[in-house]
């Protein structure tokens, strides 16, 4: 019995010990980006948003495999203009010249080793006529469905099993 318990817990802690894939995000002064929300109580929660966004697609990732990636600059899709009735600014998206876009460096490491390296202009001109895999109602729907397309052809290609 004793055994038992003892291979069991052994066990339990080869595979804690075991490698597992990290995204890690890191914003390069935001206080500099082009279009974020100027309230601190509003810009912070977007910036955990979007770190939250690429580590959940981090866990496509292989265990051996870490992925650092560096914001440099966010312009969110349409423009804040001021709420004629007080209090927030509102986000206003006309489809013109008002796209998201994001600026990122990347590194993609595989036991260790540089595998993919870069920097990454991301925009999306057609945000307000394309269909967009997110509700209306969700947060930054068009700057997450340009992250999931660089995901998709940058990272994805990457992510073989037995490279």
Known sequence: MFRG????????????????????????????????????????????????????????????????????????AGREEPNRFGGDEIRVMHGGADWPRMQLRYTLTDHGRTVASGEAQLADQNYATRINSYPGDARWPHEKQMIDDWWRKTIVPLVKPGR
Request: aromatic share 8%.
């Open 5 to 76: 318990k003892f291979a069991l817990l052994s066990a339990c802690l080869l595979l804690a010990g075991s490698a597992s894939a990290a995204v890690t995000v890191n914003y390069v002064q935001p206080d500099k980006f082009s279009d974020m929300p100027r309230a601190p109580y509003q810009r912070q929660p977007a910036l955990d948003d979007f770190a939250e966004h690429f580590r959940q697609l981090g866990e496509t990732l292989r265990a051996d495999q870490d992925l650092t990636i560096d914001v440099l600059d966010i312009n969110l």
